[in-house]
């Protein structure tokens, strides 16, 4: 699904409880990849109580999330990333089970323990891997680009890969340069060879697959997103 079509249905939803509950329980896989993101870099070996913390969490940006907020999956897993962190802060001293107050009245979300983040089946994770996929394809139509033309670009060389790495880390260091590059659809082939040195014909034959990089470390790609990491190793 397109980020701009998931965003358009929260806003949707928001007022609805029934809808919320089935767009988080829709979502529950992300939701587990968010907490284990965080939990594993604080040590935390079982999840249980942050799973709670992370659905509840992901309800509270269904319900505050505006448009201008941007891309609402990478709005949820920072409010995600926030309650964990602030339930570390506190010694684990959150209950079992944790409610989560609407702003309208005094009726509440009940979000008793979720079942252990391990127990999360790889068909499910599968299935979220799977949607990331099929909002990519959706995403990058828009760029006349299709998964057939990064199969045939996709560097296999060490050398190669150095630089894509180089011209989308230069991009992702310029916001500027990145705006205009989602606005034209197209590279700035000029202004990449002057400051890198690299030969435009080089660029231009990369030049889909660099814009996929671009996209999936710009969008909430979580899954996708570690098959290009060796973008942040060179």
Known sequence: MHPNVI?????????SKEDINKFAEEYKPFIAACVKNVAQKYGSCEYDNELSIGFAAFVESIESYKTS??????????????????YYRKEKRYPEILFLKDNNDDEEFDFPTAKPLEKYSEEEIGEYQRLELQQLGEQLKEWDIH????IKTSPKQKNT?????QVVRFILSRR??????????????A????????????IEGMQKYIIAVLLIHTEDYQFIKKYVNYINRM
Request: glycine share 2%; charged share 40%.
């Open 161 to 165: 890969r150095f630089m894509v790495s």
């Open 176 to 189: 500027e340069m990145l705006e205009r590059i989602k606005k034209n659809k197209s590279l700035p082939m």
């Open 7 to 15: 965003n358009q249905k929260v806003e949707r939803i928001k007022n």
């Open 147 to 150: 998964f057939f033309d990064l």
């Open 191 to 202: 202004e990449i060879e002057k400051y890198l040195n690299i030969s435009r014909k080089k």
């Open 69 to 86: 907020e941007g891309n609402f999956l990478s709005f949820s897993q920072e409010t995600i990333k926030k309650r964990i962190v602030d």
